[in-house]
């Protein structure tokens, strides 16, 4: 009896904490997934989907990949031209993404990510999303990019 | 089970090896002898039947290892309740060993004894009912025919043997090739051929050869006939050989034919444009060239605030965004960036050169560099001037080349003032992305056999392309590479202008114009390595280093090299 009194007294306490209430809390937890779990988190609610679709949380998944050293490329510029490049989100889904399942699945990148190969991915992976982005410049939707096709990342297609 | 390769030659006798399923050995090249060593084994042959039997030795061990489909079927046949026929008495064994395992269906109403194609032998026999071998189509036609019917979709194609005994009598090899040509790939007989595919490719190569010197002879009438050979032997091959075969055996023809590509200049320039995307997209060659020029004329530009760059040959502008986002993300900040780009003229009048610039200061602005551009009309590159470029003192001068140098080799003279043009304007670095491969130099033979080798290699290298967009990109960069072998074949004097050198002959050019080699880093090896491995199907693909020039290559071949340079100090050797 007295038990069961507790566990009603308990269920009509508020909850004491929604992550909902908190967008930017949620922002930081969501910012620590990875590409796929973040995508899935977007599905959830229309609030999951706002926060996720947030730049900075790419930017922290994309900075955790290519965790560009102090000393590399500087910090504050490299937001600026990827912002202008078309986002985070986009250099996640059209080069950093597809660069990290192409070299995961071919192996051999446990003992090498070391800064050095960080720092190189880093590059080549803007190089890529320069080109890309040089790409949509003129078309508009008549032809599709192309040039990251060789990533096997399908744009909008499946 | 490895099956050793039968030859036969003249007098029917055999020579080489049968297969090592039975308890035989090597057999010498003697006739009458045949008999006995048989014998001494425990088989019983007639001499004048070797060539039969080891034919349909040959029969049996591809019915039997050939389709990996089939396999588990047949073993579990052989394994459970077959009749056990006494081997001594190979002719019958064989007979019915084929009896059995052809039961499946493969219907061949006509067979054929292709395999011993022979051609060092004039070939007037040859009918006439082979069809056009100009057509690179052809080879893909006739193939598809026979694919069609029969169930192995692998190399090896089996016969029925029925209709094989039926041509027992070990015939002169002249007339066996007569039949081939004349039945075999007619496209109304779906006939089912068998051809042992590897030693096929060998005989392939040897015929593209062979006419090759017979052009160099001025032997057309040879060279013509043999032609013919190509294209049958070249529909028995799979994927890369054939296609490289029929692109071959197209300059040939046109070659001995003189029949020059129609120069409508129009369609010719939009269409390499297109051809060139895909090749960008489908291999790693382009974007390799791309990322390590990029990388060494970045490094040269290290401290300047006003940058410079002449592109040789601007085309899409594709290597150029990399660049601008490198130099927008510099410690430092960004360089004011100009970009003289180069191109030859294009026939409808359309400002293709203004709409890349257009595109790369689009580009620039969005990224915030200081971006000026400009383009260069110019039928060839010996016409520029220094004054047309407008360099001025205070600003770091690069100079890209990728693949436009070896044009200029077909004019005697032409390269000489190019470069002394490149070092009036003292740039900080010239990059240079050439073919590795000596297409130049020798005889019209010599020149023929290396770039078999070479685009044999590129072809192989593409194979590895998969998916519905890929297989696209795949076959617009073969006729992208096709149309440099038909010049390197098909074309001479000022009409040849692929003609690739090799590193170390440009090295040696290149000194002696006074250029100094500037060595690439390190971190453009580990983006070119970086770059080759996210190519899927790509694991053939190698980065080298050349002292301090970098190549990329398909396996052990180097394909094509980057290389850069600087003007020597006066007083500095080459």
Known sequence: MGEAEKHNVEQEKPCGYNINDNADLLAEILARLDGRSLCAAACVCRLWGAVSRKDAVWEALCNRHVSSSATDSSFPGTRTVVAALGGYRRLYRRCVGPMFDRLASSGDHGP????????????????????????????????????????GSAVDVT | MKTEHLESCRGGGIGGFLPSKGKMMAMEETDAGMDEQLAALGYKVRASDMANVAQRLEQLDMAIGGSAAQDDALLSHLASDTVHYNPSDISNWLENMLSELNAPPIPAPTATHPKSISFDFPSENLSSSVPNPFDPDYCLRSDYQVEGRSRNRKRMRTSSSSSSTSRTAAPA????????????????????????????????????????????????????????????????????????????????????????????????????????????????????????????????????????????????????????????????????????????????????LQQVGW?????????????????????????????????????????????????????????????????????????????????????????????????????????????????????????????????????????????????????????????????????????????????????????????????????????????AWCVAAAGESG
């Not at chain 2, 601007?314 to 510099?330: S, T, V």
């Not at chain 2, 100009?338 to 003229?345: E, K, M, N, V, Y």
């Not at chain 2, 072809?459 to 073969?478: H, I, K, N, T």
Request: charge should be negative; aromatic fraction near 8%; glycine fraction near 6%.
């Open chain 2, 173 to 352: 090899i002249e007339s066996i090739s007569a039949v081939v040509a004349a039945t075999e790939v007619s496209s109304t007989n779906p006939v089912v051929v068998m051809v042992d595919s590897q030693e096929a490719g060998i005989r392939l190569v040897h015929a593209l050869l062979a006419c090759a010197e017979a052009v160099q002879q001025e032997n057309y009438k040879a060279a013509d006939a043999i032609l013919k050979q190509i294209s049958i032997l070249a529909s028995s091959q799979a994927g890369a050989m054939r296609k490289v075969a029929g692109y071959f055996a197209e300059a040939l023809a046109r070659r001995i034919y003189r029949l020059h590509p129609t120069q409508d200049s129009f369609f010719d320039s939009a269409f390499s444009d297109i051809l060139e995307m895909h090749f960008y997209e489908s291999c790693p060659y382009l974007k390799f060239a791309h990322f390590t020029a990029n990388q060494a004329i970045l490094e040269a530009f290290s401290g300047f605030r006003r940058v410079h760059v002449i592109d040789f040959g601007i085309k899409q502008g594709m290597q150029w965004p990399a660049l601008m986002q490198a130099l927008a993300l510099r410690p430092g900040g960004p360089p004011s960036f100009r970009l003289t780009g180069i191109s030859p003229p294009s026939p409808d009048n359309s400002n293709a």
């Open chain 1, 112 to 151: 090498q990510s070391s800064a050095v190969a960080a720092a190189a991915a880093a590059r080549l992976s803007l190089s890529l999303f320069s080109i890309d982005c040089y790409e949509r410049l003129s078309v508009g939707g008549l032809q599709r990019p192309s040039s990251l096709l060789f990533l």
């Open chain 2, 359 to 563: 595109k790369l200061a689009q580009l620039a602005d969005t990224i915030h560099v200081n971006f000026e551009y400009r383009g260069l009309v110019a039928n060839n590159l010996v016409d520029l001037e220094p004054f047309m470029l407008e360099s001025d003192e205070s600003e770091a001068v690069a100079i890209n080349s990728v693949f436009e140098l070896h044009n200029l080799l077909a004019r005697p003279g032409a390269i000489e003032i190019l470069l002394s043009t490149v070092r009036s304007l003292r740039p900080r670095i010239m990059t240079v992305v050439e073919q590795e491969a000596n297409h130049n130099a020798g005889s019209f033979l010599e020149r023929f056999t290396e770039s078999l080798h070479y685009y044999s290699t590129m072809f192989d290298s593409l194979e590895g392309v998969a998916g519905g967009e890929g297989q696209q990109d795949q076959v617009m960069s073969e006729v992208f590479l096709g149309r440099q072998i038909c010049n390197v074949v098909a074309c001479e004097g000022p009409e040849r202008t692929e003609r690739h050198e090799t590193l170390a002959q440009w090295r040696v050019r290149m000194n002696g114009a006074g250029m100094r080699p500037v060595n690439l880093g390190s971190n453009a090896f580990k983006q070119a390595s970086m770059l080759l491995a996210l190519f899927a199907g790509g694991d053939g693909y190698r980065v080298e280093e050349n002292e301090g020039c970098l190549t990329l290559g398909w396996h052990t071949r180097p394909l094509i090299a980057t290389s």
